[in-house]
């Protein structure tokens, strides 16, 4: 069953927009990486998880001095995956993720360029949208699943925003999405195990409308 996933972000970045004076309206594109989650079975081990793909996404915020707290939402393409035994298979599958996030500057509101970072929490949204096979290659070990599941998700990063006239800034920025693997969209098959967290090294640019 979908979750309503705006909601609880709003409610993670409330407390720190709260008190802001200045708005950040903004849209950004940009590409993840993948990393973490690995697939065993006796003693043969191959990965799991999604490919490295393009994202886009917006965010809305307040700032105030150095603070900020942002909604963001961020779109993620990317095949589901398992390459294991010299074996490998895909599934077209998509991802959506909500945060709400807080900001800490480096320098101060009235500088022309400002460094910053950033963590928060929210939750991933990850859907199996392609056709499902009963066997596949390396499914003796994961399967991959046409269905869907929400996981919480943490993240940290660091970014630089550069005024571009009175109204509008360039924003490029790292973060790396960390959260727990999934067991349904990637399903460990019987006899097997999968191990370790999903870490989605995102890089993204954007362009913001401030007022």
Not at 143 to 152: G, H
Not at 160 to 183: C, M, N, S, V, W
């Amino acid at each position: 069953m979908r979750t309503n996933i705006l909601p609880s972000a709003l409610l993670l970045a409330l407390p720190f927009a709260a008190a802001a004076q200045q708005w950040e309206i903004g849209g950004v594109g940009g590409f993840a990486a993948q990393r973490g989650v690995s697939v065993e079975s006796g003693s043969v081990s191959g990965k799991v998880g999604f490919k490295d793909a393009p994202v886009a996404g917006a965010y809305f915020g307040e700032t105030r001095g150095r603070w900020g707290g942002e909604v963001r939402y961020l779109y993620r393409w990317g095949d589901a995956k398992v390459e294991v035994g010299g074996e490998s298979a895909s599934l077209k599958a998509r991802q959506q993720i909500v945060t709400g996030d807080l900001l800490f500057h480096l320098s101060g509101e009235k500088a022309a360029v400002r460094p910053f970072i950033v963590f928060g929490g929210g939750i991933r949204y990850i859907e199996g949208t392609g056709q499902q096979r009963a066997f596949h290659p390396g499914s003796q070990y994961a399967a991959l699943a046409q269905t869907s599941e929400t996981l919480p998700v943490g993240h940290f990063g660091a970014g630089i925003k550069a005024q571009a006239g009175k109204h509008a800034l360039f924003r490029l920025e790292f973060r790396d999405y960390l959260g727990p693997r999934t067991d349904n969209v990637i399903a460990a098959a019987p006899g097997s195990k999968l191990k370790g967290l999903m870490h989605d090294l995102v890089f993204t640019a954007g362009i913001a409308w401030v007022f």
